[in-house]
């Protein structure tokens, strides 16, 4: 009997040996899997320490949907880029160059392609044409893939930054020679059609939007001790002016029109805050949450008002319709673990991920609601899109692309 108690003795310190030794590894290991649910409470459900006062400041959050049918996985990912037509269909690109179509779950191969050194891709405004920059830092290069005749077409200008236009089929491309940086438009639907210099500026680290027709945004990149500005180039005046003055941590996103923004900024105290401007960038009002302009989409809906007009004695009803401006968010819920200088340049690294809850706030009235809530789940929203009425992610943790109905 001795001799099995001390077999079974034996046998029990290897297998704890084991599991101690599979822990401390994974202690060690910083991939990037999915922390456990690290909240501490708060006004916001499920937000961790996020702050969301009455009011002004974003209004009181209605409690959290339950419905798992709230959060859809619409693709198992990997996901670099993606877009979703009026039908449902999906095109996207992989983080190696493959490209899919996905039509009713089911994935078909449009280019079979790797590509090394994958920098960044995008979708034109119709999902017809997809740009990929690839490459050394450097030593970029660029080309463009038609999804309806499947075809590549090599630019002769090498991007740094790239921005299609929202209304047809033209780049806006960023270049540089000899430190001047040249901005430029090329017209993909014209196949001899040459880049056309706008102008140059002596600017680093620059992000190309074009959020309206006649407008081009140009963002510097900024991180916790840098600071930036962003100016709007008019295509039709061709004249640059500032829209956000030079700020520390500086990062922004925009509706569709240009009118709204929403700002995110780090003061003298190493303080970071949120708030929305108009499209002269003149503050409107504070945000009472923190997270990254980027993990947030701007939207509409129109709703019906119902008004009583007429004489005394013979009212009638009227009905009109209104425009009510949404954004949509995601908030993380471990946010006390972070700090505002962390949140930008670890996140920007991929040393630092987020777990986080959606909301959508009604910038009319100041509401706001719990649109995804569940804490047995733990994503990291980037890559925000909205498509027919519904607001789409990528998980930084799985690569997978999700949706949740507006």
Known sequence: MKKYIFLLVAIAGVVLLFVGGYFLRQGLDRSPEAPGDTSEGGSLPGAGDQNLPPGDQGGQPAGPLTNPKDLVQVLAGPVLDYFVSSGGNIVYI??????????????AVLSGTKIENLARAGFSYNGEKLLVVFGQLGQLQASVFDLKTKAWQPLTISPETAAWSPTDEKLALLSRTAGVASVSTLDLANAKSKPIELFKIRAWDVDLGWPVKNKLLLKERTGSRSGGSVWIYDLDRKTISSLLAHKTGLRSTWNSALTLGLVFGINEASEGSLSLVDGAGVTTRGLGF?????KCAFSERTETVTSTVGATGTPAKKTTTRIVNLLTCGVPRNFSSLTDLGFLDDYDKEGLFTVDSVYQINLEGGSSQALF?????????????VFS??????????????SVAL
């Open 94 to 107: 992989q983080p190696d160059g493959q490209i899919f179509e996905s039509k009713g779950g089911q994935a």
């Open 290 to 294: 923190k997270t990254r302009p980027d």
């Open 389 to 402: 009425k519904k607001f789409y992610f990528v998980d930084r943790y799985s690569g997978g692309l999700y």
């Open 373 to 385: 809530d569940d804490r047995s789940k733990s994503l990291d929203v980037s890559q925000v899109k």
